[in-house]
Every structure is written in C-alpha cells, then in structure tokens.
Nanobody, 126 residues
Framework: DVQLQASGGGLVQAGGSLRLSCAASGFTFDDYAIGWFRQAPGKEREGVSCISSSDGTTYYGDSVKGRFTISRDNAKNTVYLRMNNLKPEDTAVYYC???????????????????WGQGTQVTVSS
C-alpha cells in the first residue's frame, strides 16, 4: 500500500521555525516528485512547495518563497519542509503528496497528485 506520513506540525510563535517530514512507502520513491500543500479553514488548498524526482528541482509558492525550503533524502524515502520565519497566515493543515512530476503553472503549484497523505496541523500564534 502507498503511504505518505506527514509529521512535525505543532504550535509555534510568529517568527519561529518548524520542520515537517513526509515519510513515504509502498512505491519507488526515487521516481516520484513530492509536494507540500496546505489548507486553512474556509480557504482553498494551496500549493506550498514541490521537489522533482529527477534532478531535485524545487518550486515554491509566492507566499513562502525565501522562508521555506524543501529537500529530499532518497535513502530515507523522506521529504522535508523547513519552515522559517513563520507567520500567522501560515496556519493550516499541511499535506504531502506524490506524483510523477510537479505540475506548476506560473507560480502556482497544482495539486494534481496521485497519492496523498494525512495532514499535520501547523498553528502559528501572533
């Protein structure tokens, strides 16, 4: 079974940092791009970041550029999202997802991914 396990969320003050992890199993991890998406209450899902499978190309949504960093460790079948200088507007449930590639139009990372994990809550207090 394909599994994507997101973890690392929590409560942090504005300006703080968190590192999310997405542990994958059940598919050939090296062949898949991994994306992070988030959804806040009452808002549409937003593409946060994506890292390709082939050359590790990274993509970021405009709202997180310069603050978030995505990376992958293929030996551990894990993708990380380092989030610095967190803002209250970053509060959301964060999901990781897998697909053959990152689908990006302009600066929008689209959530057309094959596999999705459960979310992890990130809450940033002001």
């Amino acid at each position: 079974d394909v599994q994507l396990q997101a973890s690392g969320g929590g409560l942090v003050q504005a300006g703080g940092s968190l590192r999310l992890s997405c542990a994958a199993s059940g598919f050939t991890f090296d062949d898949y791009a991994i994306g992070w998406f988030r959804q806040a209450p009452g808002k549409e899902r937003e593409g946060v970041s994506c890292i390709s499978s082939s050359d590790g190309t990274t993509y970021y949504g405009d709202s997180v550029k310069g603050r978030f960093t995505i990376s992958r460790d293929n030996a551990k079948n894990t993708v990380y999202l380092r989030m610095n200088n967190l803002k209250p507007e970053d509060t959301a449930v964060y999901y990781c997802a897998a697909d053959s590639g990152c689908t990006v139009i302009g600066s929008a990372i689209l959530g057309v991914m094959d596999y999705w994990g459960q979310g992890t809550q990130v809450t940033v207090s002001s």
